[in-house]
Structures are given as structure tokens and as C-alpha cells.
């Protein structure tokens, strides 16, 4: 299948500091990427939904000016988490589609750890 | 709006035992449905997927699924379960357009020897 990379595996980051995930298609066109955040022992809930080259599309309740999504390419889109706080500590995962099909591939995850 | 259902938040079975792990959507239409396996810290690992035709699909490493359309079910299924299958399980849907998933609450499993 497609593989989708995400980088940082594994962050550790200062209250007030800003942190950037990026999430790359390796080897397709990801025209549309998602971003999910996971909390401890729950599910992956939908932040937000991003279409190269447009703004993202942000879930209820998703604060858009703190977790700021850029697409700017077909294969590379890029979460900052702004002036992180300890509870923006979570696991983020983004996943890519091809808009061909139905399949998302989901990357690796990121462990954010705001201290 | 779209909600999926896992009933058993935690699951303990023994080495090769049989397995099955629930799941219930609840949608207008038939949903495009999803089984994903996460081992601790890692990402999604799908396991199969429903899209159309034949309701008993095969998955990787002996899973199945089977959806049921009059139950709005799509449980999973293993005949005999391996240590290495302890994992959290996720059931998703997928509506037609854009690709977003809608995830259950997940079942964790054990394996005990």
C-alpha cells in the first residue's frame, strides 16, 4: 500500500513554544489530508480536513489559530500546534487520500509531549 | 450524524481461542467500514475493509469481518487468536466523499498464555 510519513515521531516541547508535525505522502498525490488527535486509552477524533492549496476545513470545537494546517503541496502537509500548552500533549495522526479512491493511509503518529 | 459503536472497551481471550469484537455503525446509507489495529505508541495498521459485494471479507493476519446490513454491524473475527494480536482495535466508517473516517472507541485485547 501508500505509504504516508510523519515526522516528528516523538516530541517533547516547552509551555508557550510552538511545534510543527509534518505529514508526507511518499509515493502518490495526497490531494486531500486529515489530521486526528488521540488521547490517552480513546479514539482518533477528526481535527480537521485539508485540500492542497485551500484553507483547512476545522471540526467543532477545533481551535484553528492554535493548530494551524498547512497543504501546501500534493505530497507534504504540516500541523503547528501554537503556543502549546500541557494539554495539547496527545498523540496526532494525519492520514492522505488520493481523492481516487476511498483508502486513506494513515502515517505513523506523532507523540506530543508539552511540558 | 454518523456514529460507530464498540461495546467491549477491553477484551481478554486465551492463545488460541476464537475471537470476534463488535461494531455497530449507525448511518443513512451503507457506510464504507474499516477494521485498524494500533499496537502502544504506533500508528493505524488496517486490517481489511468493506466497500461492496461479498459481506464476509478477508483481512491480513486471519482476520475477517462480515457486515450485516440489518444489524448495521461489522464485527471482527479470528479463529485463534495469537499473542501477538494484543492490540487496540478500531472500527471505522468512511461516508462516500472526502475520505474522512468516523472511529469507535476501540476494544483493547489481551492474549493470556
Known amino acids: 500500500g501508500a505509504v504516508v510519513s510523519q515526522h516528528p515521531s516523538r516530541v517533547i516541547c516547552k509551555s508557550g513554544t510552538s511545534v510543527k508535525i509534518e505529514c508526507r505522502s511518499l509515493?502518490?498525490?495526497?490531494?486531500?489530508m486529515f489530521w486526528y488527535r488521540q488521547f490517552p486509552k480513546q479514539s482518533l477524533m477528526l481535527m480537521a480536513t485539508?485540500?492542497?492549496?485551500?484553507?483547512?476545513?476545522?471540526e467543532q470545537g477545533v481551535e484553528k489559530d492554535k493548530f494551524l494546517i498547512n497543504h501546501a503541496s500534493l505530497t507534504l502537509s504540516t500541523l503547528t500546534v501554537t503556543s502549546a500548552h500541557p494539554e495539547d500533549s496527545s498523540f496526532y495522526i494525519c492520514?492522505?487520500?488520493?481523492?481516487?479512491?476511498?483508502?486513506?493511509?494513515f502515517g505513523q503518529g506523532t507523540r506530543l509531549t508539552v511540558v | 450524524a454518523q456514529s460507530v459503536t464498540q461495546p467491549d472497551i477491553h477484551i481478554t481471550v486465551s492463545e488460541g481461542a476464537s475471537l470476534e469484537l463488535r461494531c455497530n455503525y449507525s448511518y443513512g446509507a451503507t457506510p464504507y467500514l474499516f477494521w485498524y489495529v494500533q499496537s502502544p505508541g504506533q500508528g493505524l495498521q488496517l486490517l481489511l475493509k468493506y466497500f461492496s459485494g461479498d459481506t464476509l471479507v478477508q483481512g491480513i493476519k486471519g482476520f475477517e469481518a462480515e457486515f450485516k446490513r440489518s444489524q448495521s454491524s461489522f464485527n471482527l473475527r479470528k479463529p485463534s487468536v495469537h499473542w501477538s494480536d494484543a492490540a487496540e482495535y478500531f472500527c471505522?466508517?468512511?461516508?462516500?466523499?472526502?475520505?474522512?473516517?468516523?472511529f469507535g472507541t476501540g476494544t483493547s485485547l489481551t492474549v493470556i498464555p
Open positions: 492520514s492522505a487520500s488520493s481523492g481516487t479512491g476511498i483508502t486513506a493511509f
Open positions: 509515493d502518490f498525490q495526497a490531494t486531500t
Open positions: 485539508s485540500n492542497e492549496g485551500s484553507k483547512a476545513t476545522y
Open positions: 471505522a466508517v468512511s461516508i462516500s466523499t472526502g475520505n474522512q473516517f468516523y
